[in-house]
């Protein structure tokens, strides 16, 4: 394979087969594919056999990326608009001064006493069930633990189709297979879920609010549905991201109480910084328990200045989070409703997207881009969902959107249209 002499696709001879050929015990070559398997060279569907997958596991979909040329405005990015981030500078410099003159050692406690307190007064208000507290570096780092702390390779994963392009990438780079389920405004869609679970997915991940791409929210009646479905399934592993806490005015509707293992996990970037690698976990006591142990064997902990910092943050009054949730609401409903004029679809419940489904993405975003526009290629996003484009609406003024949204008519539909103004 490394030599490119073995395709893509292409199918492995079986073991016994191959452990002939080569004179060696059938148990070497097990070993030789189950390595492979593990760093995601091949995958293996029961008695359909062994192929080599279409790409390393490690490719990032952020290759799949449209570079912005100088004068090109840039709506692709997904990052929050600058403008509404806190300044960051003094709750570092009270947490660093808090640290001298309390350093924390080795041996200390992982977790800041007043970052967990404050964390399990904001779960609380939102229904999320009680359990243990551990904070790593950000959603992905979380839910990169947790589904290592459960799962084996091969093991397979219910994850929303469309979705983040970067969970896209890490669970097939931890050896594990990938189970689309279809997304619509209000979340996962019941049937979908259930057709995952009963074709034997051990895990379920869950975006609950500010859905990336699509900006779908988990509703309440949705949540009952989902909820009654997991409640046929309760061996299997639940996870629930909430990174749009702070930045939507939605309210949640966790999932988590069902299963037997569960986590949920909350991060601070979206609404404080990208740069701000923090997130909170809470689940059942094994789960959170076998987090933490691995992670005190590799980072050891997250910084506690960082996280006291953002415990100034969360109690300084620097973010009027209903404000920016409001803004971001605004912003995307302007885009929805001037599409919408255009005969446009668009879907953006929450969060920093919009979502346009279109015929051809690769021909909207060649147009859009010649327009002055760079959005996002739903191929970042997707599997088998339909395609369509994404664009961020964080920053987009509000005289941008005329604009943007004929540009987006005629790139969906590229023939003769009346202008709007």
Known sequence: MGTGELEPGQ??????ELANELGVNPNTVAAAYRTLRERGVIETAGRRGSRVRPKPATTGRE??????PEGVRNVANGNPDPALLPPLAPAFAAAAAQGDREPVLYGEATVDPELARLARRALDADGVPDGPLAVASGSLDVIERVLAAHLKPGDTVAVEDPGWGSLLDLVPALGLRIAP?????????????RRALEAGARALIVTDRAQNPTGASVSAPRARALRAVLG????ILLVEDDHGHGIVD?????LAGVTRHWAFVRSVAKAYGPDLRLAVLTGD????????????????????????AVVHLWTDGVLDTAEVAAAYRERRDRLIDALAERGVQAHGRSGLNVWIPVPDETGAVSRLLHAGWAVAPGARFRMGAPQGIRVTVAALRSGEVPSLANAIAKAVSPVPTRNHV
């Open 285 to 308: 006591e094994v789960t959170v328990d076998r987090v933490h142990g691995r992670h005190r064997l590799g980072p050891g902990w997250v910084s506690r200045i960082t996280q006291r």
């Open 11 to 16: 199918l492995l001879p079986p073991m016994r």
């Open 250 to 254: 939605l309210p949640l509707h966790p």
């Open 232 to 235: 046929d399934h309760p061996d």
């Open 181 to 193: 389920v279809g997304v619509d405004d209000e979340g996962p869609r019941p049937e979908d879920v």
């Open 63 to 68: 290759d799949i990326r449209v570079e912005v």
